[in-house]
């Protein structure tokens, strides 16, 4: 007993330490860092601009309009087809400035400026000049985090807008993505523009991702092309975050990831 | 005169240089994190900046024992596991980094300051970016091949940024550590 009680006058000081900063670190860990992001917008406030303000990124705006085109032209041949066809009508976006980047190299994350004071909620997605960015995985008050389209762990279900095969993309941590097809011989050539599938649960149909750079049908078990995403992913200062909720929800979790 | 002063305060008061020590360290690690996110010009290599956390692992660990380094990398890793996602874990890294730098016993091989903590700093963010990269591996959900092209990119940028702007977190720290325990004494 005496022991003990020595042991623990010599080391109370250290313990209480100890168990402090661990104390601290899960939670930070449980609340997925809310008051670090909190306090980081605060502090980079004044540095960041208006996004009213800014200049847009005009060429990668041209590229975006063109592809949205593309897909319109192809999706109207459809929807003439289609009778009693209703138009859902455009949501309104927020402005977010991108505030920081990821706090860690294997991940492609992004952090925006508004969060859920602003109406941003989780499974929302980010526009920017050039296509879709992402989807809101994380939300403070203050900020919102997207999982870019670039991070290997995010799939989105595409398809090609010329010919309408569909597949998949998986980023490739640049501002590259591989697009695995479902079809065994899709019709696809270098240029053609690919943009969100009707299939995907988390993105809304036909929305610009951005162009086929390179095709490898040999590719086993499915044929595979490369993407080049049409956002500047690593020079953004600015996204629009869409409202968008899940017209599904994944029919099973534990089988795999929805596309 | 005045910093005079402030020093015999913190002699004669064990509690009070205890709390500055502890609001030091705390405002240190808040600093770390706080310039985790930014990607300031002169800062980044191909996207990807210094291991912050690292260095300031790096910086606890070297003179320390490895228990303690185990804890700061326990901490630190946590907390970055809240920033980012929680699988794979930086526990594990960071943990390592700790380890292996409280058991460097650096006075043995090294002794010019500014070079070796620069040179532990790049070991060290190559151990860890590797540890990462074998979780990503054991976990099977991405290509090998992939995992391990990217692993050459991070552990390479990373260390070679994280050993340079090692020292600007080494000397103050150091030095106020040291001022500490020369006061504890």
């Not at chain 1, 975050?241 to 596309?259: G, N, R, V, W």
């Not at chain 2, 010009?41 to 210094?50: K, T, V």
Request: glycine share 8%; hydrophobic share 45%.
């Amino acid at each position: 007993m005496y022991i003990l009680r020595r042991w623990w006058d010599r080391h109370r000081l250290q313990i209480v330490l100890v168990s402090l900063a661990l104390g601290g670190a899960l939670l930070l860990r449980q609340t997925q860092g809310t008051a670090l992001f909190e306090v980081y917008q605060l502090l980079t406030r004044p540095f960041q601009g208006n996004p009213e303000k800014e200049a847009l990124l005009i060429n990668a705006q041209v590229v975006e309009l063109q592809q949205r085109l593309t897909e319109m032209e192809s999706q109207n041949q459809r929807l003439k087809e289609l009778l009693g066809y209703v138009s859902k009508g455009a949501k309104d976006g927020i402005t977010a400035p991108v505030v920081g980047r990821s706090a860690d190299h294997w991940w492609q994350h992004m952090i925006l400026g508004r969060g859920s004071q602003d109406g941003v909620k989780v499974g929302y997605i980010a526009m920017a000049p050039g296509g879709v960015v992402g989807r809101v995985v994380n939300v403070t008050p203050n900020t919102s985090r997207v999982l870019l389209l670039s991070d290997p762990s995010s799939q989105v279900g595409v398809t090609v807008s010329r010919s309408r095969y569909m597949g998949y993309i998986r980023g490739k941590s640049s501002n590259r993505a591989v697009m695995e097809f479902f079809d065994k011989v899709p019709d696809v050539r270098r240029g053609d523009v690919v943009t969100t599938s009707a299939l995907s649960q988390l993105f809304p149909a036909g929305l610009p991702i951005g162009r086929i750079e390179s095709v490898d049908l040999s590719k086993s078990p499915a044929p595979e092309a490369v993407v080049e995403l049409s956002t500047p992913m690593s020079s953004l200062e600015w996204a629009v975050i869409y409202p968008h909720t899940q017209s599904l929800p994944p029919a099973d979790a534990s089988l795999s990831e929805p596309l | 005169m005045i910093k005079r002063n402030f020093f015999s305060v913190l002699r004669d008061d064990p509690t009070k240089r205890l709390l500055l020590n502890c609001a030091v360290t705390v405002g240190s690690v808040l600093l770390c994190l706080l310039v985790l996110p930014t990607r300031l010009p002169g800062m980044e290599l191909a996207g990807i900046g210094p291991n912050w956390l690292l260095i300031w692992v790096v910086t606890w660990s070297v003179k320390r024992s490895m228990l303690q380094g185990a804890i700061a990398g326990l901490v630190l890793g946590l907390i970055q596991d809240g920033m980012t996602a929680n699988a794979p874990t930086h526990v594990f890294s960071l943990m390592l980094a700790g380890i292996l730098t409280a058991r460097l016993r650096k006075e043995r091989y090294l002794q010019e300051d500014f070079i070796s903590v620069a040179l532990i700093a790049f070991g060290m963010a190559v151990v860890a970016e590797t540890v990462t990269a074998i979780q990503y591996s054991i976990r099977g959900d991405r290509s090998l091949i992939d995992i391990w092209t990217y692993h050459q990119l991070i552990a390479l940028s990373s260390a070679i940024l994280s050993s340079l702007w090692a020292p600007i977190l080494y000397f103050p720290l150091n030095r106020w550590w040291q001022r500490m325990s020369a006061l504890e004494q």
